[in-house]
């Protein structure tokens, strides 16, 4: 359990100061269903007209909070969302359908809304039933402490939905539509059972910005294709990711938006990408025994998506994580890595660079290659690796962590 | 290196007694190019009329002497074969290429064979350039000291073409085609980068059987299927693997096979099944790290090859072998497996044994589920899971070993 892992060290110093989010409300609270002395319970209220977006686990055991949000988005309208760590409520039959809809219910009537308007995410142990009623009889208290966002209610809620992770993960940003200020605020945890192409662990992020819900997700599903479908800890993939993107248009002055493509949603777009990027590489820095943060670039494949495919494999190779935590510069590791991706490579054009240094050109070693600045690069915190596959101009960059004792230590021991 | 690491806890407690293969002669030798004190070599000699097939590395990045084989099975005839460990002359460039042709050649000369006629393969170290001298300088001694392949000699055989291995790995099976005993031994190594879907690592199984080439394939490509390609200790597929099966035809008295559905070939095909599957299944109990081996059978998949594909999602899963490292039932995380695989699954149908106790069942755990007699099962050296995806009646087993702290160890120490 987190309580008794030291925060990693790729940690970040501080958690951030995120802004006020106007049209959100929070509360956490301490249900004691799992965890002792800590908020397990996030609820939150965004204001009559809030749209929202949202990229869900393509596990096929899927849970059922993540079938519910699944529905629940095609409304592209929230009121509510209600999130515990501790329970994943996943796999857990028709019951576990019957948690879902006990517990949204809670907060809808709080609300006084429809239940298909609140959102909801259960994280932890898979394949226990969650009693419903330790978590509704907090819906109440909670509802009554709840308070207009700001940089500690930020951080406590960041708090209350970590499982195995060392530290809390947010970030924020601050950006302009025309006039208006309009503010951004995200939270996220994670650290195993991390895999793309999935959507992530979970996120939640909070704009006061005023978008339609169709365009939200549409500034919202390449954002996550750049960010957390392009991390991985350990190529498993969890059956309740969940990343919802909620606008409560509450920032006042905000020009009318009808189009993604319209200019004046430049800098959001750019800040959106910032907070999604930032909070994905926060659960990379947070992957279980991480000691390394690993970013891999990919560039001449056939295209983005294959370029994507081979920055994956190489990042998913037990081989390779394992080499970067032997601070072993083992470039014939990602060869094999290149090789086994299964998209077109040519490995007599192949180059690798390592920290910026040339170690492999035309498909063997550089002549006369000096390991020692290599070597040096590998003892790092921050591991660069660039492959050119010689093919095309597909391109892209994802980031790992390395296979450490650490991982072992938690994962065969933990129950997760 | 191999000579650092004690043998495996799964290793078998002896190297079996292999048939003499008649037509067959083998002598193995010491070049010195990387490891000492023991040999490194192997060259065999099959008799004017053998036939040959083979599966290899679909890696994008695969080695020279992948390169070579793929062309030379196309002519479904061999003569001859060399092996080297210790340097497996991949991602070498045109000095590779090289590397292999003057190799290939030097056997030719023996044989006075067109070079098309002998195979060839490298074990070891990536990206480094193999003196082809070091080898070629070895090829007349060792051809002098050749002699009828033996029990002795299949033991020596499987031990020159070890690298990371802890034990030598070898099958044989005697069996009837008609009234004729036909023979047949097996060689293989592999320990890490082992992953299917991509042939093996080095096998090399020889028969005396006489069997046209095509036919040879015909019951060579399914037998692998079955074994190598359904096994896994990393995910990781090497740039090297490479599987031969040569048949002289030099066992006496065989009736004529023109098709491999000829019912005189049952008891062969089922040998040479068991055969590779005994092979396959030792190069899992030489997983890297190992402490477990595990057996993984997947039923009520859409198809066999969903089946396989589960059963393979379940086995790659570094949070699964981790549990089972751990003793640890944690059946959530077969789920997850399943989920991720991306084959169809019904959730609420989903039934899982482990040790052959059910824990789950429609979809959740069990009714009052004990987990007694379970924990005792995760205690033992081999683990059975079984998993039903309650679609259809595709069906697999496939093989692996957990992931442990040795896996860590080996890997961010050794160079391979």
Redesign the interface.
Same mark, same amino acid.
Not at 335 to 345: I, L, N, Y
């Given at each position: 359990m987190s309580s008794e892992l030291s925060p990693s060290p790729l940690a970040p110093a501080r958690f951030p100061d995120l802004p006020a989010v106007a049209g959100v409300r929070l509360a956490t609270s301490a249900t004691g269903l799992r965890y002792k002395g800590r908020d397990d319970l996030l609820i939150c209220e965004v204001i009559e007209g809030t749209t929202v977006a949202g990229t869900l *686990? %393509? =596990?096929? *055991?899927?849970s059922a909070a993540v079938d519910w949000c699944k529905k629940a988005l095609v409304g592209g309208a929230a009121r509510g969302l209600i999130v515990n760590s501790g329970n994943?409520n +996943?796999? %857990?039959?028709? +019951?576990?359908e019957q948690v879902v809809e006990t517990c949204v219910s809670a907060v809808a009537d709080q609300l006084a809304c429809r239940p298909s308007r609140v959102f909801c995410a259960s994280t932890g142990?898979?394949?226990?039933q969650l009693p419903a009623e330790a978590i509704v009889s907090h819906v109440g208290s909670a509802w009554a402490r709840m308070e207009d966002s700001n940089a500690d209610l930020w951080h406590k809620a960041a708090k209350a939905i970590m499982t195995t992770d060392t530290f809390a993960k947010g970030a924020g940003q601050t950006v302009k539509i025309g006039d208006a200020d309009v503010h951004i605020a995200g939270i996220a945890k994670g650290s195993?059972?991390i895999?793309p192409d999935?959507a992530t662990m979970l996120a939640f992020i909070f704009t006061d910005a005023a978008l339609p819900a169709p365009l939200l997700q549409e500034l919202f599903s390449p954002a996550v294709a750049r960010s957390f479908n392009a991390i991985t800890v &350990?190529? &498993? *993939?969890? *059956?309740s990711d969940t990343a919802l993107l909620m606008a409560t248009a509450a920032a006042p002055g905000q020009p009318s938006i009808a189009s993604a493509e319209d200019p004046l949603l430049d800098d959001f777009r750019q800040a959106l990408d910032a907070v999604l990027l930032d909070l994905a590489q926060q659960i990379v820095r947070d992957g279980e025994g991480a000691t390394k943060f690993i970013s891999i670039t990919v560039t001449g494949a056939e295209t983005d998506i294959a370029a994507r495919r081979i920055g994956l494999s190489i990042a998913?190779?037990?081989?390779v994580k %394992? +080499?970067i935590?032997?601070e072993?510069a083992?470039?014939?590791?990602i060869?094999?890595?290149?090789?086994? =991706?299964?998209?077109?490579?040519d490995?007599?054009k192949?180059a690798i660079e390592i920290g910026g240094y040339a170690v492999?050109r +035309?498909?063997?070693?550089v002549d006369g290659f000096d390991e020692t600045p290599v070597a040096a690069h590998m003892k790092n915190q921050e591991i660069d690796i660039s492959v050119d596959v010689g093919i095309a101009d597909g391109r892209a960059t994802v980031w790992t962590c390395d296979?450490?004792?650490g991982?072992?230590?938690i994962?065969? &021991?933990y129950?997760?």
């Open positions: *686990t %393509t =596990s096929k *055991t899927c994943a +996943a796999f %857990t039959g028709k +019951a576990g142990v898979i394949g226990q195993g059972m895999a999935m &350990d190529s &498993d *993939t969890s *059956t998913n190779s037990p081989l %394992t +080499a935590a032997g072993d083992n470039w014939g590791r060869v094999m890595a290149v090789g086994k =991706s299964g998209e077109m490579a490995r007599d192949l492999a +035309a498909g063997m070693a296979l450490t004792h991982y072992i230590s994962n065969a &021991d129950r997760s």
